[in-house]
């Protein structure tokens, strides 16, 4: 069982940064591809930025490329989003995920999520 424990979310403006964190309770944290999805007010969660086990592929959806990063340590068992240049359609609850077998944007292929963490862009 693997618990994810986001941080690192809050109220920021349009154009800002933030970095949100997702700290893993798994020993074994190097064996899971980490994902981050996130849902807004009325909308389905949808697929945000994936990394691989060793952090040397990276893949993002395209409303965020260019302004997001997700890169991870696994020596501290944490991954991270980098937001920069936030929007107003940012804002959401960023939920992080973990896989030992699946890396991409199928939220299916994630066996464990952390309770999110809110994200708010205001103008």
């Known amino acids: 069982q693997v618990q994810l424990v986001e941080a690192g979310g809050g109220l920021v403006q349009a154009g800002g940064s933030l970095r949100l964190s997702c700290t893993a309770s798994?020993?074994?944290?190097?064996?899971?591809?980490m994902g981050w999805f996130r849902q807004a007010p009325g909308k389905e969660r949808e697929f945000v930025a994936a990394?691989?086990?060793?952090?040397?592929?990276?893949v993002y959806a395209d409303s965020v490329k260019g302004r997001f990063t997700i890169f991870r340590d696994n020596a501290k068992m944490s991954v991270y989003l980098q937001m920069n240049s936030l929007k107003l359609e940012d804002t959401a609850v960023y939920y992080c995920?973990?896989?030992?077998?699946?890396?991409?944007?199928?939220?299916?292929?994630?066996?464990?999520w952390g309770q999110g963490t809110q994200v708010t862009v205001s103008s």
């Open positions: 995920a973990a896989s030992q077998t699946f890396y991409g944007s199928n939220q299916d292929g994630y066996n464990y």
């Open positions: 798994a020993r074994a944290f190097s064996g899971y591809a």
């Open positions: 990394i691989t086990r060793g952090g040397g592929n990276t």
